[in-house]
């Protein structure tokens, strides 16, 4: 089969890769519906993260099982199925208190290199969740976003204790930030405010159900915030960028006493101890553990009450692979589908 | 009237001081009972906080009130009282939602410096809870405790979700830690792990119910802690130290998903975000809100349900302060009483 292979800094190919095959009784193989560039595969595309070898990229998928190990139970071939970038066995108790992305055996389906026609998904019965029939298909872009960047967009409001009443700040208008909005309106959250200077995203916001956008960043985006709460910040504030700026601005938002939860993956960026102490706020983030959301987030894309597959706004066929990173590279894309 | 005052590093003396006055009407005096150091009044002990002017030290008191300003409500001259170092209205939002520490009008009580016979508490009906009836002398070093060491420990406890069937690991055998054992006791911990290598406050620990003692630290204490919850780590940890180590020596003892309540005041102490990331606790601290926990704990105090004022292994009077903080900064003492 071909798929996305990363060679070094900016190049990425549509390459020749050996088929994925059962290694373990509980693998299922499955034929990829789509697939798609998350933000966190920016960094090694743009050299921060480096390998010495070339490697296969991609760690969001869904589509249709093609093979199961000899000890799937839960799973037939045919089924359409949404997963995690990381594998589960959802029966440790780590799983059972939902933190299913750091299962005691848990592995990082991504190793197989998910931008491609078919993927190796290990622990397969705990992993992977299926729809009750195959989905129509306008609603496979929103099953895929389940998969990584609505899922941690929940998580991260959750993790924030988004709730009724509740005043919701948003820093980063990527998918993440535009998936926690559709999330914080879910949770019943009271005003929601998209922190966004990029016309399309602010309008996406709105749509997915922001209250209020701002435009300022840093000094002033804290000000501005604290200005629309009596002074106080925010009940709940969600981070989804993962610099060290973008995590202080959330910090400083954020009432004493509330929660900031956040789902960037932190690139050189170290918390100030005392600013951190003094804040008194909940922090609370780290891989999502997306699982636990899954058949939720899947019965609510399936009757039709939300749409987070809105956030890919560029379809390309697979083929153009290095297109698809360009353009989110250069923020002319918020998020790149592939078909397969 | 005499209090202690810092000079400088290791520098304190008992020296002439003014007497408090009222000075807003929701102000009162109080004749402190017993006053106390702090684990943070070593920092600038130590010369790690420097001021250049002599600088009144002290913010841990429980006392007689003395006079009340004219627009002070639920308090009368003569009885007995317990305040947090912060003095807070009680009323805002911020209060209300219990982080009376950051409360919108907080002030900083220890600014009048507590080491002394009088002090001037701001926003008397909001700061100070009185007693039931006068206590006995024997129970001042444990009302004394409340005002600080315990309400910090208490908050430590509850900001790491301490609850029945809970695992719990202390990080810090100074007053604070000591007092978290005393808390997660009381909050239906199933197991207290201590981590501590001096053999008095290992005693001590254990006596408040500590159920097991880890004399390792670092690497070697965070493998000790997974391997006495099968891999997994604690469910809470509180960290009561400040330093770099003791964080991320807190957090690593954390399972996925567990809480880690830190009150150590940091010096120096960043936290690495990739680590804070993958290790996927909850974090949460900062100063305590101690006057949240004063009702309650004062109860549990006046009813003999705890005794935190065993805290207190050296007791002096007051014109002996260069020798209590001495005691304390050389380690020979867990903390000292001064009587006034």
């Known amino acids: 089969m071909r798929g996305a292979v990363l060679y070094g800094p900016k190049d990425i190919r549509f ?16 034929r990829l519906s789509a697939t798609c560039v998350c933000g966190s595969d920016l960094w090694p595309y743009r050299g921060v993260d480096r390998s010495s070898e070339p490697t296969p990229m991609g760690h969001e998928y869904c589509g249709i099982v093609e093979e199961v190990g000899s000890a799937v139970r839960n799973l037939r071939r045919g089924q359409f199925v949404v997963g995690s970038f990381f594998a589960s066995d959802n029966t440790c108790e780590i799983c059972q208190a939902g933190y299913h992305s750091r299962c005691v055996h848990h592995e990082y389906v991504g190793a197989g290199g998910a931008q491609a026609p078919f993927l190796r998904v290990p622990l397969a019965d705990g992993t992977l ?5 195959l989905p129509s298909k306008a609603l496979v872009p929103s099953l895929l976003a389940a998969s990584d960047v609505l899922g941690t967009g929940w998580f991260a409001a959750t ?27 879910q949770l019943g959250a009271e005003r929601i405010i998209a922190m966004s200077r990029h016309p399309s995203r602010q309008k996406l916001a709105l749509e997915f ?94 009757d039709g009450k939300i749409d987070p597959g809105k956030v890919f706004d560029l379809t390309l066929p697979l083929s153009e692979v290095a297109e698809g990173y360009r353009a989110m590279d250069e923020r002319r894309a918020i998020k790149t589908l592939f078909t397969v």
């Not at 050996?18 to 009784?25: L, Q, S």
């Not at 209020?212 to 969600?238: C, F, N, Q």
């Open 15 to 30: 390459d020749e890769r050996p088929d994925p095959k059962i290694v373990a009784a509980t693998d299922a193989i499955i």
């Open 129 to 133: 969740v299926p729809t009750r029939e």
């Open 159 to 185: 993790a924030a204790a988004v709730g009724p009443g509740k005043t919701v700040a948003v820093v980063g208008d990527g998918a993440v930030g535009l998936c926690a909005v559709i999330a914080a309106k």
């Open 209 to 302: 159900g922001a209250t209020d956008i701002v435009t300022e960043r840093g000094d002033e985006g804290v000000a501005r915030i604290k200005e629309m709460t009596r002074g106080l910040g925010a009940h709940s504030v969600i981070e989804a960028v993962g610099s060290s700026e973008a995590m202080m601005q959330a910090i400083r938002c954020t009432r004493p006493g509330g929660h900031v939860g956040f789902v960037g993956v932190p690139h050189g960026a170290d918390f100030p101890g005392q600013d951190v102490f003094f804040a008194e706020v909940h922090l609370h983030g780290g891989p999502a553990p997306v699982r636990r959301f899954l058949p939720e987030l899947i019965d609510l894309i399936c």
